[in-house]
């Protein structure tokens, strides 16, 4: 890549982060609210925030505080609304707002996702060391 396509790829890059940021303040989680983007051929082919499965209580935490265990992360209903689809994540670029947990990292390796942007990262680093040992290129990336 030149130096004029590394510019134009990082204002890209930025735009759609700071979309995903918006898109994580959909989420009616509590504790964390979390956006997703799925982009490939430079179209938003899917998005996703952190909640509740459709159908049941859009509470994401348990009376004490804690994240209830069906809560499904951002970039995994990002993923499903794509499986639901005819399009495909293959060679697709991941935008997220908090780098994933290593659940989340094997569905995204499995997607066939090959790049991933992301704001902050995830106190568990595993799921960042999963997707580098699969060759997904990483990039994070402070807009807020």
């Known amino acids: 890549m030149t130096m004029q396509t590394d510019k134009k790829q990082l204002r890209y890059d930025t735009a759609y982060l700071k979309m995903a940021l918006e898109w994580a303040k959909l989420s009616r989680c509590n504790r964390r609210q979390v956006g997703a983007l799925i982009v490939k051929d430079k179209m ?81 680093t595993s799921g960042l060391e999963f997707l580098e040992n699969a060759g997904v290129e990483l990039m994070q990336l402070d807009v807020d």
């Not at 639901?84 to 060679?91: A, I, L, T």
Request: proline fraction near 2%; glycine fraction near 8%.
């Open 44 to 124: 938003i082919i899917s998005d996703g925030y952190n909640g509740t499965p459709s159908g049941f209580d859009n509470c994401c935490e348990d009376d004490e505080g804690l994240t209830k265990w069906e809560v499904l992360h951002a970039e995994a209903n990002a993923i499903l609304k794509v499986a639901s689809s005819s399009q495909s994540c293959k060679g697709s670029t991941l935008y997220i707002t908090l780098s994933p947990c290593r659940e989340c990292s094997k569905l995204i390796h499995q997607a066939g996702i090959k790049r991933m942007v992301y704001n902050k990262g995830y106190r568990d």
